[in-house]
């Protein structure tokens, strides 16, 4: 993932993103193609839900979050991260 394209310094951050199969704004194959973009990314796809995800289906979202922000804690903590 670049920060601040074209101007230096880039780096792999962990991403999560989450997208609803019926989302009005961004179709499901523009963030399969941004998934597939970026080098450490997950994609949640979370159906019969549209353009925000966390409000829209929390029950699916939430517990995708947590597990996604225990992966990436526990690959910072880890020393091969280092």
């Known amino acids: 993932m670049r920060i601040l394209p074209g101007r230096g310094t880039s ?32 994609l949640l796809v979370v159906p019969d839900c549209g353009h925000v995800v966390e409000a829209e289906r929390p029950s699916v979202f939430n517990p995708a979050l947590l597990a996604f922000l225990g992966r990436t804690a526990s690959a910072e903590s880890s020393p091969a991260a280092e």
């Not at 792999?12 to 973009?37: I, N, Y």
């Open 11 to 42: 780096r792999s951050l962990p991403v999560l993103l989450a997208c609803g199969d019926r989302d009005p704004w961004v179709p499901l194959e523009q963030a399969v193609r941004l998934a597939r973009q970026l080098p450490d990314a997950d």
